[in-house]
């Protein structure tokens, strides 16, 4: 009766160890920076796969936009090494002149692209082609 009752305890424990892995490894708190795909908002400039949509705006007058979630990025250290090497391989470059606080410029043959980090989440603004300029105010989103 025992031996059976501390089978039943050691498997039960095992378990709970497996679970407690499980959950460790499924909330890794730093993207992997190994896959991107296209934006929704500009399907030429990469975003992580690990990041997911929170907001959008798409057909806005002035600008199109789509907010991600991404655990891990801060917006104390701008865009990670990883990130903006992976955007300067799919063809993008960084306008330094016209770069704002935590955001950033990239240009793509006549595309613009503006990039703001964030704590845990970034935006891809897209402004209209008439407005060349960054707009501001994106540093204060959530």
């Excluded at 090497?85 to 990239?106: F, H, K, L, M």
């Amino acid at each position: 009766m025992r031996l059976r009752g501390r089978r039943y305890s050691l498997c039960f424990m095992g378990l709970v160890w497996m679970m407690l892995l499980v959950i460790t490894g499924c909330a890794s708190s730093t993207p992997s920076w190994t896959k991107f795909e296209g934006s929704a908002v500009e399907k030429s400039f990469p975003v992580p796969k690990e990041a997911s949509i929170t907001e959008t705006a798409l057909n806005n007058s002035r600008m199109d936009y789509v907010h991600y979630s991404l655990s891990g990025i801060n917006e104390s250290s701008s865009v990670p090494v990883e990130y903006q090497q992976a955007i300067n391989e799919w063809g993008w470059t960084e306008q330094e002149d016209q770069n704002s606080g935590t955001t950033r410029v990239y240009k793509k043959d006549k595309a613009i692209v503006q990039l703001t980090i964030h704590d845990n989440s970034f935006t891809v603004l897209v402004p209209k082609q008439d407005k060349k300029t960054v707009i501001q105010g994106l540093e204060s989103s959530p």
